[in-house]
Every structure is written in structure tokens, then in C-alpha cells.
């Protein structure tokens, strides 16, 4: 999939016009005794439109396949843990299993290369399923381990307000002080609560039921950023609206380029 572009100088207009709409928010955050606290990823507003919250979101990503048989109990935990509000879950299936017998429905080349890229920010030596990353980090004790949430808070200096217009988000972004330097992003659309028959395979007979499957995935590459400066990203998702039956997401994920860490994010899910 081809990436979207960075924030450009054509995108300044688009900014100037959004700004009131984030200032607003701020001055009325201000006069409230201060800017939002940890409790969410993003702050729902009214209409389509979400902001981020003072802190960053914990981002939970998992490589998973329908080909493998490991995997059901990983799925099973992510949407146990994957709908708490301070957190992004993102389920990428990879396609590598796919000559065990049973094609994924969902897989796609574009997650495992994901994967392979993401090795070098997780620390992980190889690609495998079922893996869980927590915020760029590899977590291989993801089974013991309770609420991912716990104890994990961390302030974020970068703010952002996500809106709906039709089929196409408009992220405004305000660094802060303390906002790497160089940023990058990704976009997500993700569906809940799809299954499969499974017919063959590892996981043959068995009816498995998926929640936050990254159905597309866009890359925003590195752009500088300006603290003086609010910028825009837009997307416009090729996949129709979702329905009551498989609910649809859209994230915005904002990383350090140095370090491939997230730095904010926000979802909408209207």
C-alpha cells in the first residue's frame, strides 16, 4: 500500500481552518482547571470528531493468523483487553501461514512486512505468531500478565484533534514542548467481531471470532515538526463505512522517528 504523504506547506490553509476548532478546546480545558487526564485515548466531541487525551495511549499490536493454532488464545486476550478506552488495540494478520492449508481471510503481505520493519524498534530477532507488542515493545509474558493498562501512563506533549467530514479524516496536530523533532504515522481501519469457519489448516473445525482487525494500513512518512506550527494529516479509507454487525475504527498513530515508539494517538469510531 502506498503511503500517505507528510504534512506539506499546501496543508497550512487546512490547519489555519481547523485551529479554532482545537483552540476552543484548549481555552475550555484551561478555564476547567487544566487539560484532560489519563483516563482516555480520545476524548469524543461533539459529532464525528475525537481529541487526544494528556496522556499517550498504550498501542497494542498482534500479529496473529488464522494458520496457526497458538494464536485463538492471543486473539481471545486482545479483545478482553483491546476495548478499554486508553487503549489502541491493532490485530494484523500475516500471510506466511497461509501454505499450512488455510488461507487467512484477513491476512495480508502488507502486515507481514509490518511485522518484519517493526523488529528492529521491538527488538525482536524474528517474525512469529502469536506476537504482542505494548508500545513498540516485544511482550512474550502477555499470558501472566493482567491489565495491560497498569501503571503504564505517560504524558504525551503532542496534542491532536481528529474529525470526520464524509469519508475523509482531518488530524490537526500541536506539538508541545518536549515533541520529538521528527515524526512519523500510521493509519488504521479496523473491524470487530468478524468469524470464520475454518476448513483446514491447524485450526481446522473451529469458528474463531476476531476483534480490531487492521482491514487497511496506511504509513504517513517522517516529517519535521515546528512547535509553532499546527499541521494536518488527512485519509480517506478505500474500505465502505462499517455496520452494527462489525463496528469500524479509524486510528491515527503518531510515533517518534527516532525510536518508532508511539508518541500519541486517537481513534474514532463513528
Not at 504523504?5 to 479554532?20: I, N, T, Y
Not at 499546527?230 to 479509507?237: E, G, I, R, V
Request: hydrophobic share 35%; aromatic share 8%; glycine share 8%.
Amino acid at each position: 500500500m502506498k503511503p500517505t504523504p507528510p504534512p506539506s506547506k499546501q496543508r497550512r490553509g487546512e490547519a489555519r481552518r481547523l485551529w479554532p476548532h482545537f483552540a476552543r478546546w484548549l481555552v475550555a480545558a484551561l478555564a476547567a482547571g487544566g487539560l484532560p487526564d489519563a483516563a482516555r485515548t480520545a476524548e469524543p466531541l461533539a459529532g464525528c470528531s475525537a481529541r487526544s487525551g494528556a496522556n499517550a495511549p498504550m498501542v497494542i499490536e498482534l500479529y496473529t493468523s488464522e494458520g496457526c493454532n497458538s494464536c485463538p488464545p492471543a486473539d481471545r486476550w486482545l479483545s478482553q483487553w483491546g476495548s478499554q478506552p486508553e487503549v489502541i488495540a491493532l490485530a494484523f494478520h500475516v500471510d506466511y501461514w497461509d501454505h499450512l492449508g488455510w488461507k487467512d481471510p484477513f491476512g495480508s503481505p502488507a502486515h507481514t512486512e509490518r511485522q518484519s520493519q517493526q523488529r528492529a524498534v521491538n527488538g525482536s530477532r524474528f517474525s512469529y505468531t502469536p506476537q504482542i507488542t505494548i508500545n513498540g515493545v516485544d511482550s512474550r509474558q502477555w499470558r501472566d500478565e493482567g491489565p495491560p493498562m497498569a501503571g503504564a501512563a505517560v504524558a504525551s506533549p503532542l496534542r491532536v484533534l481528529l474529525t470526520r467530514e464524509g469519508e475523509r479524516y482531518t488530524a490537526l496536530l500541536q506539538p508541545g514542548a518536549g515533541t520529538p523533532k521528527r515524526l512519523a504515522a500510521y493509519w488504521t481501519v479496523t473491524e470487530d467481531r468478524l468469524v470464520s469457519a475454518v476448513k483446514s489448516g491447524e485450526n481446522q473445525g473451529t469458528t474463531l471470532t476476531h476483534d480490531f482487525v487492521v482491514r487497511e494500513y496506511k504509513s504517513v512518512p517522517i516529517w519535521t515538526t515546528d512547535f509553532e506550527t499546527a499541521s494536518t494529516l488527512t485519509f480517506s479509507p478505500a474500505r465502505a463505512a462499517g455496520s452494527a454487525v462489525h463496528p469500524r475504527r479509524v486510528n491515527l498513530v503518531i510515533v517518534n522517528a527516532a525510536s518508532g515508539r508511539p508518541v500519541q494517538g486517537v481513534s474514532l469510531g463513528c
